[in-house]
């Protein structure tokens, strides 16, 4: 290799801006392909994560359940199941039936159970030694039941303990059980009943025949919960392998995997596909960043390149010298972006947790983005000292191509294609029952299209006008005049900052307005489907709330019958209880129709006839079609179907009270938060989340690139500003001068990007709903922070650069003004 | 042998300018002889040099023919013409700095100007000979313009091209600095190589045994 080419490495510390900005524009295009591949495979770990936050834990590995098992078959059977799978301890629990049990004090039925380690997970009120039986307080108090007596003539273990009823919620590891552990009260009533704990399996199988009838049993495998989509499906694959010869045993196999990690891998392929877009974009936009850096080089190189053109080095040579000088800080610019995308996973990403591998495919991702660089930088620098040397005089043919192409036109009509996949398809429909909509790729794509096109139409309209600037006289107002002018003499860096800066704004609108609007939906979607933030129902005769749950809680009956539904309210502390709606209070005072319910008298099972004069759009529960009823309308409150206590209280909280106060409770309890699945929400929210995240990305790029601008020009900066301030401009006026510059860029893109964003986002917003049948649509959310966010920022930087401006001016040498 | 290096028949150069096209140099013919020192003299504008440009292969002419040691070059490709370059001229820029790569040292620029013609330089003996001895790890940003405009034929010297051109080589130099080049200038023709330069400098054009006078892109009787 000759001294130049193999000097080249060397020479680019001769210029640090350069190396600065290759290194920056390096990291920038690698963060974003980097982050891209990190972020789809952190949707597929935080879906997991979503999901298994809704599943129970301890039967997040495959399990098996048994029902109807005769008593004396169980010691067997569970000794069968230890011996057939070795390699993991089996959770085996054991539950009888419901029995009359004589404990001593009044007659009351009971069930027992064994589940080893359950002793150790329960709120002792009175006792504790685990030599006996644990029985609820539900029992305790009503056969007055003391620490010490034995039931059944003495043929039962000992109380050694009473414990607190176990309520909904429930922890981690009585999830799994909720099936044998809370009575359903109202299903069963009376009969149903809390478990009566024994201490051992022996003592379980010792249990005096007239109760020891059908027995059953649940087999689970505690598992560390799975982070990622891969550690789900080997736990699932591995469960699955592992029950299989037990399964002819058991009547119940529990897969609950099974559709979250389908869910959790379509998640991947959906935020994956609808990312892809913008990062195409945003690569497209890096690698023009890189031609730039690689043109400025040229320009610098300028001398030396002809000298070595002249000595015989042809284009492809010295588009090889741009490589070997730019190159090491384009690797080394790569390398930091893969490792910047790395720790600011938790910032972008949705989860921190990675599958294996993902790292290595984003590294690999990296290097092909590096070696594109290097290959744009190559062609770029062979592109250009062919143009500059070898032809000459023939003018920038290609350039000119390029820029009278109308590629606004192909954008806009991309735009027109994807807002008919919006209108025609929008999500599709799910393959199957809580399984993920499928995301059209090209459809989420619209509102980018449309900041696109909006972005690349600013530049072509700025382009025109700046050429047509010559015609405006304003020398009354020499700021504006010498700001127009010098935007006219950067045409080429104006236009480019612009269209970097519209779409900067643009997609960081779209992405924040658009994964705000499906949070918000994700959570009023659920308030109005469970009509409040937690909900129990209770007994028809409960007409008081107990003192913890007055002024946050109401109490409302349900009657549904086929298709039409009505609620019964309480007009005083509906409000108190239910999902923020807009419904006046004294509307509620008297029977009302919800939505698109016909009017007339309606008659419906428990409830008077009704036929209301006054209407609401919508309520929560009833979404947009039911009636309401006030509860002193009512007969027999034992007429209406359920009733319901309702609260903004968590549910645990709920439970507590009602339980404290005697109430009888069902396991009919839900919350807001894992009544709708949220996934297709998320999925969508991750989604423009990261649109949002590369926004910013692209800010950065815009600000430096308007940085950049500034600085390289500073000798002309300095030139012009002599000149205007011999010629008497005031240094206030010189520096108004420059923000009106700086500012009208920085204006433009901010306006018109927040325009596009703000069209596109309002048309797209209520057509991405994934779960159309619920109410309310999504809305777009409230702007304003992000509208001063925006602005503020760029007048930041606009004030950045015009201080540059200014001080490229003044700091000037005599020297570098006079120089030729 | 061949007694003309450089043979110019009917070279016509033009320019298209917004103003439409302008003719820089009009059908020159001339011969430079294969020894010795020939200036191109006019003033300002003269074409003197577009035609050297035309002359070292860096530029293609609109029309007409150029031979290079009896070969024509009209019809070769870019890469013949930069293999021609590479081994057989020398291009002397009016800027010193245009010569030379600054982040090289003295030594190493006239070992990449022998490289980039195959040649190895002897760097003690052309700095002796130029007058710069023990400058071979100066930084060129050291050296006065003269010395670097010195150090840029003797990388000229040290590629051992079949014919050094030069453009305006004494324009931007001091007297003193320029009497240097000139000294240089002479000593190259004394050796034997072919120079070609485009002056307006009369001390130059003094020196010259053979001279063209250009006006307005044509040459004059």
Not at chain 1, 45 to 56: F, H
Not at chain 1, 334 to 358: I, K
Not at chain 1, 438 to 452: C, G, H, N, T, Y
Not at chain 1, 488 to 512: F, M, S
Request: one cysteine or more; glycine letters at 8%.
């Amino acid at each position: 290799m000759q001294i130049p080419w193999r000097a080249a490495p060397r020479a680019a510390l001769s210029s640090p801006l350069t190396l600065l900005v290759s290194v920056v524009t390096a990291l920038l295009l690698s963060f974003v392909v980097a982050a891209a591949v990190m972020h789809s495979a952190a949707s597929g770990s935080a879906a997991i994560d979503y999901q298994q936050d809704r599943l129970c834990t301890e039967a997040l590995h495959p399990s098996l359940e048994a029902t109807g098992v005769p008593h004396e078959h169980v010691p067997g059977m569970v000794r069968a199941i230890e011996e057939s799978v070795p390699d993991r301890a089996p959770l085996i629990g054991t539950y009888l039936r419901e029995q009359r049990v004589d404990f001593g004090g009044r007659p009351t039925d009971a069930k027992f159970g064994y589940r080893p380690g359950a002793t150790d997970r329960l709120k002792v009120l009175e006792g504790g030694s685990k030599d006996g039986l644990w029985v609820p307080r539900s029992i305790a108090e009503t056969t007055d039941l003391r620490l010490g007596e034995r039931g059944m003539g003495g043929r039962l273990p000992p109380v050694t303990a009473i414990y607190a009823d176990i309520l909904d919620p429930l922890p981690g590891w009585w999830c799994s059980e909720r099936h044998f552990v809370v009575p359903n009260v109202l299903d069963r009533d009376e009969l149903a009943t809390a478990v009566v704990w024994l201490p051992s399996a022996e003592s379980f199988a010792a249990l005096p025949p007239e109760i020891a009838g059908l027995t059953d049993v649940t087999v689970r495998f505690p598992a560390d919960p799975p982070g990622t989509v891969d550690e789900a499906a080997a736990l699932l694959a591995e469960g699955t392998a592992r029950i299989a010869p037990l399964q002819q045993h058991f009547n119940r196999t529990i897969s609950l995997l099974d559709l979250p990690v389908d869910n959790a891998r379509q998640t991947v392929t959906n935020v994956r596909s609808a990312v892809l877009p913008l990062t195409l974009i945003s690569l497209l936009i890096g690698l023009a960043g890189v031609a730039t850096v690689t043109v400025q080089w040229a320009q610098r190189r300028e001398r030396e390149l002809r000298l070595l053109w002249v000595r015989g080095a042809g284009p492809f040579a010295l588009g090889g010298r741009g490589v070997l000088e730019l190159g090491l800080p384009l690797v080394l610019g790569g390398a930091a972006g893969l490792g910047t995308a790395r720790l600011l996973l938790p910032w972008y990403a949705p989860s921190d947790r990675l599958p294996p591998g993902t790292v290595t495919t984003a590294a690999l991702a990296v290097v092909v983005v590096v070696a594109l660089s290097l290959v744009v930088a190559f062609a770029t620098g062979a592109l250009r000292t062919h143009r500059m040397f070898q032809v000459a005089q023939r003018g920038n043919r290609l350039r000119k191509v390029l820029a009278a192409l109308p590629w606004e036109l192909a954008t806009a009509a991309l735009a027109v294609w994807a807002w008919n996949r919006v209108q025609h398809s929008g999500l599709a429909t799910t393959p199957r029952i809580g399984a993920l909509p499928r995301i059209d790729a090209a459809a989420l794509a619209f509102p980018l299209l449309v900041v696109l096109t909006a972005a690349l139409l600013a530049a072509r309209v700025a382009r025109w006008a700046l050429a047509a600037s010559h015609r405006v006289r304003l020398w009354s107002k020499p700021a504006a005049q010498l700001a127009i002018r010098r935007l006219a003499a950067g045409a080429g860096p104006v236009t480019g900052v612009l269209l970097v800066g519209v779409l900067a704004v643009g997609t960081i609108a779209v992405g924040a307005a658009i994964s705000g609007s499906q949070r918000t939906a994700l959570e009023v979607k659920s308030g109005m489907y469970t009509g409040a933030n937690s909900y129990v129902q209770i007994p028809a005769g409960v007409t008081e709330l107990p003192e913890a749950l007055r002024g946050n809680s109401t109490i409302v009956g349900f009657v549904k019958q086929y298709e039409r539904a009505a609620l019964v309210v309480d007009p005083r502390t509906f409000g108190d209880g239910a999902f923020p709606s807009e419904v006046d209070p004294a509307l509620l005072a008297q029977p009302l129709r919800v939505g698109d319910v016909p009017r007339g008298e309606v008659r419906l099972p428990g409830l008077p006839p009704i036929e209301p004069d006054a209407w609401v759009p919508s309520l929560p529960k009833l979404g947009r079609s039911g009636w309401v009823v006030p509860v002193d309308r009512i007969g027999d409150r034992r007429d209406v179907g359920s009733w319901y206590v309702w609260s903004s209280k968590p549910l645990g909280e709920v439970t507590e009270a009602l339980s404290a106060a005697g109430v009888k409770l069902s396991r009919n309890v839900g919350e807001k938060e894992k009544a709708v699945q949220g996934l297709p929400f998320l999925t969508i929210q991750w989604t423009f989340g990261f649109v949002a995240a590369l926004g910013a990305v692209l800010a950065v790029v815009a600000s430096i690139a308007l940085l950049l601008a500034v600085e390289v020009r500073r000798r002309q900066n300095a030139l012009s500003g002599a000149f205007s301030t011999r010629m008497g401009l005031g240094p206030a006026a010189m520096l108004r001068s420059h923000l009106v510059e700086l500012g009208a860029v920085a204006a433009a893109a901010v306006v018109v990007g927040l325009a596009a964003s703000a069209v596109s986002s309002g048309v797209t917003v209520p057509k991405l709903d994934p779960a159309p049948r619920l109410t309310p649509a999504p809305e777009v959310p409230d702007v304003l922070p992000l509208l001063v966010t925006t602005v503020v920022g760029s007048v930041l930087v606009v004030l950045v650069a015009a201080w540059i401006a200014v001080r490229a001016v003044r700091s000037a040498r005599i020297g570098e003004l006079i120089r030729g | 042998m061949v007694e003309h290096v450089l043979r110019v028949r009917e070279v016509g150069v033009d320019y298209r300018t917004p103003a439409g096209a302008v003719t820089a140099v009009s059908d020159v013919s001339l011969d430079v002889p294969a020894r010795g020192l020939t200036v191109l003299a006019g003033p300002s504008g003269s074409g003197k040099s577009t035609l050297l440009r035309v002359l070292s292969l860096v530029e293609r002419p609109t029309r007409g023919a150029v031979e290079l040691r009896g070969r024509g070059t009209a019809r070769l490709s870019s890469r013949a013409r930069r293999e021609l370059r590479r081994r057989d001229v020398a291009l002397v820029f009016q800027h010193p700095a245009d010569n030379l790569i600054g982040h090289l040292d003295v030594g190493d620029n006239l070992r990449a100007a022998a490289q980039a013609a195959g040649r190895v330089a002897p760097v003690d003996e052309v700095l002796e000979r130029l007058g710069l001895p023990g400058t071979a790890w100066w930084k060129v940003s050291a050296m006065s313009g003269g010395q670097q405009q010195r150090l840029a034929f003797g990388c000229a010297l040290a590629r051992q091209a079949g014919v050094v051109l030069a453009d305006e080589p004494t324009s931007q130099l001091d007297t003193a600095s320029a009497d240097l080049v000139l000294e240089t200038l002479a000593d190259l023709a004394r050796g034997g190589v072919p120079v070609v330069v485009a002056s307006h400098d009369p001390r130059l054009i003094a020196l010259a045994d053979t001279r063209f006078d250009l006006r307005n892109g044509a040459l004059v009787a």
